[in-house]
């Protein structure tokens, strides 16, 4: 099935991971996968904040949140302030 990345507000891209210019990437992954499993087929840290088609993902429900054909992941690094 396929599914699309999304890397927004200057989280880290990996040496090799070539981004459209919107900063997507289409990958291909087995019926099945989840969340964690994308994280770590493309190499992206696990402290970066994860939503599937605009609904957020926490970091501990990552590997239990199956994806389906079509999703899209929006990645960025958590937010800070003070």
């Known amino acids: ?10 989280a880290k ?24 499993d994308v994280l770590l087929q493309l190499g992206l840290a696990e402290t970066l904040v994860t939503m599937v088609d605009s609904r957020p993902v926490p970091r501990l429900d990552r590997a239990d949140h199956p994806l389906v054909d079509g999703d899209e992941i929006t990645i960025f690094p958590p937010l800070k302030g003070g």
């Open 1 to 10: 099935m396929n599914i699309t990345v999304k890397i927004i507000g200057g």
């Open 13 to 36: 891209v990996p040496a090799g991971l070539k981004l459209d210019r919107d900063g997507s990437v289409s990958v291909s992954v087995e019926d099945g996968a989840t969340v964690a």
